[in-house]
């Protein structure tokens, strides 16, 4: 990438969009699901329910007071058998509700639309829709809708990027809920008083591209915008600047300089709940890799366990060694699959034993392509360096911080050095050497 | 006779710049606390920060600047008798014995006894598989055994066996940069004295050890119920020992069930102790030193 080129350094990884094609199947209920009371950042929801209770579909089962929070709706009908402490996908002890469902799939009474008209209205419909950041970050999203300078906010970036490989499930969201897409963008540009709309897609999804802006030809306040199809467009400040070329300033926020950035997920769900007053109770997960029989995309009740899918995937065809929550790049490796699918789960990816296997870590030979590589424009090599000298000084003037994980770095390292990973031990090590 | 010039004025800067320079020092320069330098000299110099300070340098200063002498002389402890007894005399306070201490490991969960819930790829140090879900333990307070206690450990005193982080008491001076390494804390520093040690720190409760660890604590209280001192008690479901309360009994040793409660043998010859050092009276010189 030359020094002149207006985009920031990216990787080209292969795609491996095999399901792209294959449309969404809804998968039937399972017998039991596990709903985490953590699956936002912030203080975990407190059950609403106790064991023996009946729930239906949409009751809030978990709410918490705590400001950076949503609540957490039954995804199905039946019975609570348990409220208990587990390990969560979040990797923290929180408690689990087991729901044993009775596949009747009743909706809760009085489950209408919500009444918006107003920005402080449409807040809390996003608030009781129990919308967290779906891409992955599970933030929530009525703190990241009504940041404290809305009113300089002048862009509204949906992210349709989709950059990791495998995926596919925020394709097929395009592709068969683009009307719920685009009114949802509206409304939010309507009650959020936002001039301007982006839908930023790469370029390898040209007919969810076509499609998108044949529907918004008469909205000239929204614009499709084709992006590149290389690894990480879909990372905030990435995308912010590949859209708008503004750049965030370290330790700024994206309202800080006018744009707030959405999952194509997330506006899809909120728009369900505007219309339907349905909340967020179901996810779209691609279930991929080269271990599954039958790679597809699937709409999964939240709480649906990681067997269950890839058993209605027709099961493994070679032995899994490796089991990836999310996409190859950044996705978390789970190592049992009794894990639950959560609001933030876009995919579940099976490997086997060849492709799972990590090369040996050789030393390195200072050739510098991490560095060229980064699209926060960092140094990997001497923050590895910075790393193993413990030097938390030195880190910190690197910009560790600034360091969102991608993986690029490790990606594209002939020596095969694990250095992403070494970023996250560094971010952490500043983070303990800021305590004392 | 024309190189007299050039060497009067070279001459003259020198003796000039000496001026300067015997001025400056005079009014400027910075006091050298001879106590600290000399504490500093007595300390061994290892910069293992046993002492709660940050390195020698820095517990040589605050001994130095400590007037009331709260700050006791006995904190070195990989320095021992010797060491405390020295400084002491520097700062003319009266000796205390260095209290020997050693490193104790709160976990048995060898391979033989449990076993690893995944097969972690990652970076091979403990941190870094703690910060993957729980670590790759089937329990979650197990041993991870990738060494971090072994690569601080400057005496080495530490080996891995078996998946099994195991310290040599002989060779441990009980500095507790292992201590401080460990994420699942699971060695503690404790008084030379110690014999009886509880070789578990699981917070499952007893039927989820019993299912992933063969030796586990199964908080079944026995050895609270047993131990005559009220030494011993059940916390997060595992025992732990108040050792200003234990008499190296071994009663709870002797019951519990499934010997996670470890004891050291009696040190061979009881009369071999370290005699104490025969207090030497600081000198009228070395208290008046500030």
New interface residues.
């Given amino acids: 990438m030359s020094i002149f080129s207006k985009h920031l350094p990216a990787v080209h990884v292969e795609h491996h969009k095999y399901t792209a094609d294959s449309p969404t199947e809804k998968m039937p209920v399972p017998d039991k699901v596990y709903i985490s009371m953590a699956q936002h950042i912030g203080a975990p929801c407190q059950p609403k329910v106790a064991v023996g209770d009946l729930v239906k579909v949409g009751q809030v089962i978990g709410d918490t007071e705590a400001f950076v929070s949503a609540p957490i709706h039954s995804s199905v009908s039946g019975k609570v058998t348990a409220i208990e402490k587990n390990l969560t996908m979040s990797g923290i002890w929180d408690l689990i509700v087991t729901i044993a469902t009775d596949k009747k799939q009743e909706v809760l009474e009085g489950l209408a639309p919500p009444q918006v008209d107003d920005k402080d209205s449409f807040i809390k419909a996003v608030r009781a829709s129990g919308l967290v950041g779906l891409g992955g970050a599970a933030f929530p999203t009525h703190i990241k809708f009504n940041p404290k300078n809305l009113d300089e906010v002048d862009s509204f970036i949906i992210n349709g990027a989709e950059c990791e490989p495998y995926l596919t499930a925020d394709y097929r969201t395009m592709m068969e809920n683009s009307e719920l897409l685009v009114n949802g963008l509206k409304n939010i540009l309507k009650y959020l008083k936002i001039k301007r709309g982006i839908i930023g897609i790469e370029s390898n999804k040209a007919p969810a591209i076509n499609k998108l802006r044949a529907m918004v030809k008469d909205t000239p306040e929204i614009e499709v915008m084709e992006l590149k199809a290389v690894y990480p467009q879909g990372g905030e400040r990435v995308l912010i600047y590949e859209t708008t070329g503004r750049e965030i300033p370290i330790g700024k926020l994206p309202a800080d300089i006018g744009a707030i950035v959405s999952n194509i997920s997330s506006v899809v769900a909120l728009e369900t709940y505007i219309e339907t007053g349905m909340p967020l109770i179901a996810k779209k997960v691609t279930v991929a890799g080269n271990a599954i029989r039958t790679p597809k995309n699937i709409e999964a009740p939240i709480g649906t366990q990681v067997n269950q899918l890839i058993e209605f995937c027709g099961g493994y065809k070679r032995i899994p060694r490796k089991l990836i929550m999310g996409g190859p790049m950044m996705g978390a490796a789970i190592y049992d699959d009794g894990m639950t699918v959560n609001k933030n789960t876009s995919g579940i990816l099976a490997f086997d034993e060849e492709s799972a296997s990590v090369p040996k870590e050789t030393s390195c030979i200072n050739c510098g392509r991490c560095i060229r590589t980064c699209p926060m424009l960092l140094m990997p090599a001497l923050l590895a360096k910075a790393y193993e000298a413990k030097d938390v000084e030195q880190l910190q003037k690197l910009n560790v911080a600034l360091c969102m994980e991608c993986g690029c770095c490790s990606y594209v390292c002939p020596a095969k050095k694990q250095l992403s990973f070494t970023n996250k031990l560094g971010k952490r090590l500043v983070m303990e050497g800021g305590k004392k | 006779m024309s190189y007299i010039i050039p060497v009067g004025i070279v001459t003259g800067i020198g003796l000039l710049a000496g001026a300067i320079l015997t001025v400056a020092d005079k009014f400027m320069g910075v006091k050298m606390d001879e106590t600290a330098a000399k504490v500093l000299a007595a300390l061994p110099g290892a910069n293992c920060g046993a002492c709660g300070f940050a390195g020698c340098q820095d517990y040589a200063n605050t001994l130095a600047k400590d007037e009331e002498h709260v700050i006791k002389a006995n904190l070195c402890t990989p320095g021992g008798d010797s060491v405390a007894m020295e400084v002491s005399s520097i700062l003319g306070v009266e000796f205390e014995g260095a209290s020997s201490q050693f490193a104790i490991m709160k976990c048995s969960g060898s391979q033989d006894r449990t076993n690893y819930?995944?097969d972690y790829?990652?970076?091979q140090t403990c941190?870094?598989n703690k910060?993957?879900?729980?670590g790759r333990g089937a329990c979650e307070m197990a041993c991870l055994g990738f060494g971090d206690c072994v690569n601080v450990c400057e005496y080495g005193a530490i080996r891995i066996e078996n998946g099994l982080a195991v310290i040599n008491k002989n060779r441990c001076v009980g500095c507790g940069l292992c201590a401080k390494a460990c994420p699942n804390a699971l060695i503690e520093i404790v008084p030379e004295k110690t014999r009886v040690v509880v070789g578990c720190s699981s917070i499952d409760t007893g039927k989820d050890t019993r299912q992933i660890c063969s030796i586990g604590c199964i908080a079944c209280k026995l050895c609270e119920k047993t131990c005559k001192f009220d030494a011993i008690h059940v916390i997060d479901n595992h025992a732990v020992i108040d050792y200003t309360k234990c008499k190296n009994c071994t009663l709870c040793a002797k019951k519990c069930p499934t010997n996670v409660i470890h004891v050291f043998p009696k040190p061979v010859n009881a009369a071999k102790q370290k005699a104490k050092p025969v207090v030497a009276e600081p000198s009228q010189e070395e208290a008046s030193v500030q």
């Fill in positions: 819930a995944m790829k990652g970076h941190k870094a910060l993957f879900y729980r």
